[in-house]
């Protein structure tokens, strides 16, 4: 009996290891084709603006004089025959439009995503800690309006805007993302992962139920907090309807659209911007991928 | 998850009560020496502390966490919500049924009517219908290949889930240049076709292929987070039952169809929810890759808001949104329905 088992063991072994060969080199190659697009807008960010025209010429339509040379097919390169950091000189010191778009996506995402955290954890913490019909009620609300598209959700937004006054400004876009459900429900879920005996044994010892929140569910949903305003950022970061029906003023644009209405020649200068652009999701995202890994995890049930 | 959480306080109660009945029935006896002694000690302890424990009890359902406080925290995202989306709604269903906003006429359905024959929403519709069936179905079914294979025992599995996971962080407007080299008529991929497998140039952006080309981009875009969805679901399978399929000599296969897929449905009616909401975010590839006119199949509902909302038609606009929402919900309905039905056996 033994026997038998241990012969079957090894003979899959070998066979399971070929396959785990297979699937580790197919998983390998898929993971580059991912990470290709991103890798190729980096490294081209670095091509001075000749080197583009040459390469993308017959894309971008670059032909402004009849010296610039153009070859005829398209090249897409990895690594630029000159590394040049000209575009990024002209993207910080030379081009107050693009800067200027730039400052505009700040000013749209950091408060959105400060105060809908700030607004959320509040709304969360009374989510998981009421019982009640009406409670279940409101959430189900919630969970309706965070499910619906932009598409459903900008037609009241513009009438509101309208009717306070506010259409045409910052604040049409800043005051809804703010109050967007999205935070709540997701930080909701984390706070009802909190046992409530924590916070029946605090109120034993005497803590004030301010306390309990910022003492109790407050730290322990830090990572969930993290996840959650990575998950806001990018997606207010990558914004394109909300400017686009709420402002009628181009030069309030973010970024975000601005860039797909690049005059041919800057082609470069719009490399180096999509990179910038970039830079502070990146950069959240590399530090926070664990916590975020975590709070997507935690998000696997509508309920 | 939420009957769950509700039942489960009562089920502690209950398993509490149970174990402190089986303390003290349990005879000392049958741990003699010095340790029965002292257990016996302080199961005595554990009587008399039982009564004030009990009054704690009572105290604590008399404590109900419907505080003041915990009322007054949800307040400000309260009034946010019903000013900015519930409030506004309403209006919004009234103007559908209105003539115009200032004679407030009322005229029934015909808004709707006249929307739904409105050729261009016909169009917008069917188009962003199309793009969610093909899309939707497939990230689906790829994340979860995806997912699977980050579950075989591969090395360098973090490695791989931060390149799957990092498309998902890189602005559209960032990588639209790229794809534009990629996909552009006389772009690399066309090149590369052409010099491979000697195939004419298509015209990928402006034909019947665009559909693909923004199918490409939303499975890029969002395949990372649905995977990570499907890779917690995989990992809270229990292992005992996959073992134990296993030795009673069950294939890989037949544990991935019977056993897995059946227990990570409600994972699959969720990560299906999730990307119908993505797939109608498509319209920023769409906008920013083809700006204001697009190839005629690229012609999506937000395209058709944002022409009705140029010229201001506030019924139009009504009607087209409630008309959305009532398919929203529906279809999430119909998802969440599937779920009670398929996940009724899973859950206990």
Redesign the interface.
């Known amino acids: 009996m033994t026997k038998k088992k241990k012969k079957r063991f090894s003979l899959s072994k070998t066979w399971s290891n070929i396959l785990?060969g297979i699937?580790?080199v197919?998983?390998?190659i898929?993971?580059?084709i991912?990470?290709l697009?991103?890798v190729?807008?980096i490294t081209?960010s670095f091509m001075a603006q000749s080197e583009i025209n040459a390469n993308?010429g017959?894309?971008?339509n670059t032909v402004t004089g009849n010296k610039t040379f153009i070859a005829e097919?398209?090249?897409?390169k990895f690594i630029p025959d000159m590394v040049s950091f000209g575009q990024y000189g002209t993207f910080l010191l030379k081009s107050p439009d693009y800067l200027l778009k730039f400052w505009n996506s700040v000013i749209y995402t950091v408060p959105i995503v400060i105060f809908q955290i700030l607004?959320?954890l509040?709304?969360s913490?009374?989510?998981a800690?009421?019982?009640?019909k009406i409670k279940e009620i409101?959430f189900f609300?919630?969970i309706?309006?965070m499910?619906?598209?932009?598409?459903?959700?900008?037609?009241?937004?513009?009438?509101?805007a309208d009717?306070l006054g506010i259409l045409g400004t910052r604040l049409s876009i800043i005051?809804?993302g703010?109050?967007s459900?999205f935070a709540?429900y997701l930080l909701t879920?984390a706070m009802?992962r909190i046992p409530?005996a924590f916070?029946?044994a605090a109120?034993?010892d005497g803590a004030s139920?301010?306390r309990i929140?910022t003492d109790i569910y407050m730290p322990m949903v830090r990572g969930s907090i993290f996840s959650v305003m990575?998950l806001i950022f990018?997606d207010y970061?990558?914004m394109?309807?909300q400017p686009?029906?709420l402002l009628s003023d181009e030069g309030m644009y973010p970024?975000?659209?601005f860039?797909?209405k690049i005059n041919s020649g800057d082609?470069g200068l719009?490399?180096a911007a999509?990179?910038v652009?970039?830079i502070p999701?990146?950069l959240?995202?590399l530090y926070g991928?664990d916590a975020?890994?975590e709070g997507?995890?935690g998000?696997?049930?509508?309920? | 998850m939420f009957k769950k959480k509700e039942k489960l306080p009562v089920t502690g109660a209950k398993a509490e009560d149970k174990g402190a009945v089986k303390v003290g029935l349990k005879p000392a006896p049958l741990q003699p020496g010095a340790k029965g002694a002292d257990k016996a000690l302080s199961e005595q302890e554990g009587k008399k502390k039982s009564k004030p424990r009990e009054k704690f009890r009572e105290k604590r359902s008399v404590a109900d966490p419907n505080t003041p406080f915990a009322r007054a925290l949800l307040i400000p995202s309260i009034l946010g919500v019903i000013t900015f989306f519930v409030a506004p709604f309403l209006i919004v269903i009234y103007y559908s049924f209105l003539d115009n906003p200032i004679a407030k006429e009322f005229v029934g359905f015909s808004n709707y009517g006249a929307v739904l024959g409105n050729s261009a929403f016909q169009t917008a519709a069917k188009n962003t219908l199309i793009l969610s069936a093909v899309s939707v179905p497939a990230a689906v079914v790829f994340s979860l290949l995806l997912a699977l294979l980050l579950d075989a025992k591969i090395p360098m599995k973090s490695m791989f889930r931060t390149f799957f996971l990092s498309p998902m962080m890189v602005p559209v407007a960032s990588i639209v240049l790229i794809w534009q080299v990629i996909f552009h008529y006389n772009g690399s991929l066309n090149y590369m076709l052409a010099q491979l497998f000697d195939l004419a140039p298509i015209d990928w952006m402006k034909s019947d292929k665009s559909l693909m080309v923004v199918s490409v981009l939303f499975l890029w875009k969002n395949l990372g987070y649905n995977m990570i969805l499907f890779m917690t679901a995989l990992s809270n399978i229990p292992k005992d039952l996959i073992e134990v399929a296993r030795l009673e000599g069950a294939g890989g296969i037949w544990v991935l169809t019977h056993l897995k897929l059946r227990y990570i449905s409600p994972t699959v009616v969720f990560v299906t929810i999730l990307s119908l909401i993505n797939s109608f975010k498509l319209f920023r590839e769409v906008y920013l890759l083809t700006g204001d006119y697009p190839y005629q199949s690229l012609y999506l509902l937000q395209h058709f808001m944002n022409n009705t909302f140029r010229s201001l038609d506030y019924q139009k606009l009504s009607s087209a949104a409630l008309i959305m929402a009532l398919v929203m919900i529906f279809i999430i309905g119909l998802l969440v329905l599937t779920e009670n039905v398929f996940g009724e056996d899973i859950e206990e």
Not at chain 1, 129 to 132: A, C, F, M, Q, Y
Not at chain 1, 147 to 160: A, E, H, K, R, S
């Open positions: 785990l699937v580790t197919f998983t390998a898929s993971a580059v991912f990470l697009p991103t190729l807008t081209n993308y017959m894309i971008f097919k398209v090249n897409l607004v959320a509040g709304a913490y009374s989510f800690r009421l019982t009640g409101i609300i919630y309706v309006v499910l619906m598209p932009y598409q459903v959700t900008l037609v009241p937004n513009y009438l509101v009717k005051l809804p703010i109050f459900p709540v879920k009802k409530k916070s029946e109120k034993l139920e301010f929140f990575i990018i970061w990558n394109v309807e686009m029906v970024l975000s659209v860039l797909s082609t719009a490399f999509a990179v652009y970039m999701s990146m959240l995202f991928e975020l890994v997507i995890s998000s696997a049930t509508l309920k």
